[in-house]
């Protein structure tokens, strides 16, 4: 038993729908979620950009909040950094793209599934990789669409503009033919309505929230840190604007963030 928070990051907005199912699955846990909103979006940089601010924040959430565990609740630093944060830390971690596979698979209604993500995603080949590893049986049709990130963090989640982007990024999804779409950016869940607008309900979507939230509390349970408090807690932490990210965040997701606070970082590439 250990009543220590579980840290969870993401660049901006995207990890709180990570947080919603944690918080569901395991409401006597203390969650602590930094969004790095400074320095959004994630997918265009490099690797060793991702990789940079990943090692920054998790360095953070274990010196200021002794945090028990990571969650990298976002798919381009999963893809980018969770090796390295796992041989970093002594602290147990989840990343996103092994639940996400997995919840993509067992949806799977045809042979033909699909992935989408940012462009460090879908280029890093990870999903690819490891779709062919647990199911090499399916058809897997990847495309990356840049700019869906941005609506998010605007929170702007139905326009004429992002509705217009996403009939044309996700056409090579609609040309798959694919029944299962993996939304693999933990941003993309606030876009499901204009997403499923353009592919119709012939496609069924699926959020690797659940399934993460799921490998936290399995991951919990086996190293014996499962909180031992009766409630648990909710704080987040930005490195932008703190009123920007109250105000957006309650729309997206209905949480308290009276506790938001801030924390600077650097914003320079190198
Ligand atoms: N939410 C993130 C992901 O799952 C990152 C999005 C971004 O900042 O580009 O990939």
Do not use: W
């Not at 630093?77 to 996400?100: C, N, R, W």
């Not at 009939?167 to 090579?172: F, N």
């Not at 987040?236 to 009123?243: N, P, Q, Y």
């Amino acid at each position: 038993m250990d009543s220590r928070p579980v840290g969870i990051f993401d660049s901006g907005f995207g990890g709180l729908t990570v947080v919603k199912a944690i918080a569901d699955l395991m409401p006597a846990e203390d969650l602590v979620y930094f969004g790095d909103s400074a320095r959004y979006p994630y997918g265009p940089k490099p690797r060793e950009e991702v990789l940079r601010y990943s090692l920054e924040i998790c360095d953070y959430l274990i010196d200021c909040f002794d945090v028990k565990m990571i969650v990298v609740a976002c798919n381009t630093a999963s893809a980018f950094a969770l090796d390295t944060i796992v041989e970093k830390y002594s602290v147990p971690v989840v990343g996103m793209i092994e639940p996400g596979a997995r919840s993509l698979v067992a949806a799977a209604t045809s042979d033909r599934i699909g992935v989408i993500g940012t462009v460090g995603t879908i280029s890093s080949g990870s999903y690819q990789e490891i779709l062919q590893e647990i199911a090499p049986h399916l058809s897997v049709t990847c495309a990356a669409t840049p700019g869906f990130v941005e609506f998010v963090e605007r929170g702007e989640l139905e326009s004429d503009q992002l509705l217009v982007l996403a009939e044309r990024l996700l056409r090579p999804i609609a040309d798959g033919n694919v029944s299962s779409l993996l939304l693999g950016c933990t941003h993309y869940p606030f876009l499901a309505r204009t997403i499923s607008k353009v592919l119709g309900g012939g496609v069924t979507l699926i959020s690797s929230a659940e399934e993460t939230a799921f490998s936290v509390r399995q991951l919990l349970f086996d190293y014996s840190l499962e909180s031992d408090s009766k409630v648990g807690g909710f704080r987040a932490i930005t490195s932008g604007d703190v009123d920007d990210f109250r105000r957006i965040g309650r729309t997206l997701l209905g949480l308290d963030f009276s506790t938001v606070v801030s924390h600077r970082v650097d914003r320079k590439a190198e």
